[in-house]
T-cell receptor, first 113, second 113 residues
């Protein structure tokens, strides 16, 4: 199993809503990532969890709240988002995080109204 | 400050011919380089990587060349197929910055039948 599974695939939410994005992998990877990608732009790193601990927060606004309940799961909790937060949110994982390839999920296309 | 540059936003080639995608980098600390392929509304898919101790890596139709003195790498696809049409991202990391993958802006490859 070399997949990173993300749900939901599409999400539309209002600025007052609370929603969560979910990500799962069963490759035994110990590093998990959240990226944000706008159209015609490269993916931008948001958060990194290493061995279930938050290692990197790229100065992401607090309306985005990551959570890593266990080594296979990664969540991104969303609250009071702005329309400019509309983007493709990508989850990725890698074995250890040290100079290696990332496996990406297919993403959640988020629209904030 | 763009540390990984893909100066060609798009490239069009005929089926069966060679596609050459280029990437330049400015950070001399980068020592691991990757190419990803991405279809619209999907996550990037890993294609091929190369360590800075090598100057060439080959995998089937895909070959990556690294010229460290010029801080330049290229991806060759031979022969090109219509299914190769996608956005190709060059990415780089350095051993001293675990977890951080720096992406270029991508090149849209179109392979015409």
């Amino acid at each position: 199993d070399t997949e990173v599974t993300q749900t939901p695939k599409h999400l539309v939410m209002g600025m007052t809503n609370k929603k969560s994005l979910k990500c799962e992998q069963h490759m035994g990877h110990r590093a998990m990532y959240w990226y944000k990608q706008k159209a015609k732009k490269p993916p931008e790193l948001m958060f990194v969890y290493s061995y279930e601990k938050l290692s990197i927060n790229e100065s992401v606004p607090s309306r985005f709240s990551p959570e890593c309940p266990n080594s296979s799961l990664l969540n991104l909790h969303l609250h009071a988002l702005q329309p400019e937060d509309s983007a493709l949110y990508l989850c990725a994982s890698s074995l250890t995080g040290f100079n290696e390839k990332l496996f990406f999920g297919s993403g959640t296309q988020l629209s904030v109204l | 400050d763009q540390q990984v540059k893909q100066n060609s936003p798009s490239l069009s080639v005929q089926e069966g011919r060679i596609s050459i995608l280029n990437c330049d980098y400015t950070n001399s600390m980068f020592d691991y380089f990757l190419w990803y392929k991405k279809y619209p509304a999907e996550g990037p898919t890993f294609l091929i990587s190369i360590s800075s101790i090598k100057d060439k890596n080959e995998d089937g139709r895909f070959t990556v060349f690294l010229n460290k003195s010029a801080k330049h790498l290229s991806l060759h696809i031979v022969p090109s197929q219509p299914g190769d049409s996608a956005v190709y991202f060059c990415a780089a990391s350095d051993s001293g910055s675990n977890y951080k993958l720096t992406f270029g802006k991508g090149t849209l490859l179109t392979v015409n039948p």
